[in-house]
C-alpha cells in the first residue's frame, strides 16, 4: 500500500520549549549508583566550604557537590549533535539575557516575537531549555537524546569539561558554542547581590575574595573565559564569544551576529519587518522582569533562588558603588597577569 506522506505528522523541529516536554521524556539512573559515585568522587577532590555552599575542586575547577556528581559522565559521555547550540558563561554574566536571546532568535518561524504565547512570554527562560550539568547530576541525560533537533543546552560547564562541542575534541565535527563573559568586577557585584538573596548573612567581602581566588563556583573566572576565549579564535565557527557589555552597546548588531552563527540569519524582509527589534525588546530586562513567570518560583528546586534575583540592574560599571579602590586594583591586577598576550580585553 502506497504510503499518504501528508497523513505522517512531521517531527518536532526543535528547539522545543525544553518544560513543555521534559515531562514525557523522564529516565533515570538508579539513585544508589548516583548516590555510590557522587561519595567516591567527593572523597578524592580538594574542597572549600564557602557562604552558601561547599566547593570541589575538580580538575582545576570549583563545582558545588550537586554538580560533581554528574561531571566525570558529562565529560565522558556528552556527545553533541552538530547543530546543537550550547549557551555557556560563568554566572551572572548575562546568561539568563544570552537564553532569551537565543531562544528567540531560533524559534522565531514557531513563535514571531510578538506571538501572545511566545515561550518568553509564559516560562522563566531557563525553563525554556535544559540544563546540562543538571540532567547530568540528576540521571537525567537520557532526556537529551529524546529532545529533537536543533537542540538549544545551557551550561556554566568550563569548555574543557564539554570537549567534543568544539571539533578538536571530535574529530573534526563540533557543534555551535554560544559563550558570554562580563567584567569580572561587575560579575562579582552581581554574584554577590544573587547570594544574598539566599544568605544574607554572606559579606561582599567574603564574595570578593572567593572570586579573587578562584573558588567562586565553576570557578576560576579567568580559566572559564580563556578556554572559551581560545577556543573562539581556533574554531570560530563553532564557538561566538560575546561580551555583556558588548551587547548591552549594540544589542541589535549582537542578536544579528548571534542569528548568523547559529545559521539563521535574519533575510532582509525580516529586518525590513523589525524582526530583530521585536526580538531584543522581548528580551529587554524590563520587560522579561514584567512577566509572571519571572516574578515567582525558584530558578533550581536545590538552591532556593528566586527567579527574580535573576533580574536586578542590568548595567555596566555597578562595581563602582561596591568595590574600595583597592579591591577593584586587586582584580584588575588578575585580569592583568592571566589575561597577558591571550588578546582578551574588556571594554
Ligand atoms: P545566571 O547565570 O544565574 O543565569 P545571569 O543571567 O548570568 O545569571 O546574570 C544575571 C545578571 O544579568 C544580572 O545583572 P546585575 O546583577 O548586574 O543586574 C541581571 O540584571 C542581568 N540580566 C538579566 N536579564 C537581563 C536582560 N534581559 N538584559 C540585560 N541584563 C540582564
Not at 540532567?135 to 567534543?164: K, Q, V
Amino acid at each position: 500500500m502506497a504510503t499518504d506522506a501528508h497523513s505522517i505528522p512531521a517531527p518536532p523541529a526543535g528547539p522545543v520549549p525544553f518544560e513543555d516536554v521534559k515531562a514525557g521524556l523522564a529516565t533515570l539512573l538508579p539513585e544508589q549508583d548516583r548516590e555510590e559515585k557522587k561519595k567516591e568522587l567527593l572523597s578524592t577532590l580538594p574542597s572549600k566550604t564557602g557562604a552558601y555552599t561547599t566547593g570541589y575542586c575538580y580538575k582545576g575547577f570549583w563545582l558545588s557537590e550537586l554538580v560533581v556528581q554528574g561531571v566525570a559522565a558529562l565529560e565522558q559521555r556528552f556527545q553533541p549533535r552538530p547543530d546543537d547550540v550550547i549557551v555557556a558563561s560563568l554566572p551572572k554574566c548575562g546568561t539568563t539575557w544570552t537564553i532569551s536571546l537565543t531562544v528567540a532568535t531560533m524559534v522565531r518561524r514557531a513563535y514571531p516575537p510578538t506571538a501572545a504565547d511566545h515561550p518568553l512570554r509564559r516560562l522563566n527562560p531557563h525553563q525554556c531549555l535544559p540544563f546540562l550539568e543538571g540532567l547530568f547530576a540528576g540521571g537525567e541525560e537520557g532526556m537529551l537524546d529524546a529532545l529533537p533537533s536543533p537542540r538549544l543546552i545551557n551550561t556554566h560547564m568550563p569548555l574543557a569539561f564539554i570537549p567534543r562541542a568544539t571539533p578538536l575534541g571530535n574529530g573534526g565535527r563540533g557543534c555551535k558554542v554560544v559563550y558570554v563573559c562580563r567584567e569580572p568586577k561587575d560579575m562579582v557585584v552581581s554574584l554577590w547581590h544573587y547570594i544574598q538573596r539566599i544568605s544574607p548573612q554572606t559579606t561582599f567581602r567574603q564574595t570578593f575574595d572567593s572570586a579573587c581566588d578562584g573558588t567562586t563556583p565553576w570557578g576560576p573566572f579567568w580559566d572559564h573565559f580563556l578556554g572559551y576565549w581560545g577556543a573562539s579564535i581556533t574554531c570560530p565557527d563553532n564557538v561566538l564569544f560575546m561580551w555583556y557589555e558588548k551587547m548591552l552597546r549594540e544589542p541589535i548588531e549582537s542578536v544579528k551576529r548571534l542569528a548568523r552563527f547559529v545559521g539563521q540569519p535574519f533575510s532582509a524582509a525580516e529586518v525590513e519587518a523589525n524582526i530583530v527589534r521585536d526580538i531584543v525588546e522581548l528580551c529587554s530586562l524590563e520587560n522579561l522582569k514584567s512577566m509572571d513567570a519571572n516574578k515567582t518560583g525558584h530558578v533550581n528546586p536545590h538552591f532556593k533562588f528566586p527567579r527574580e534575583a535573576l533580574f536586578r540592574k542590568g548595567i555596566a560599571g555597578d562595581w563602582k558603588s561596591h568595590m574600595t579602590m583597592e579591591m577593584a586594583c586587586r582584580i584588575d591586577d588578575i585580569m592583568a597577569d592571566k589575561f597577558r598576550n591571550t588578546g582578551l580585553t574588556f571594554q
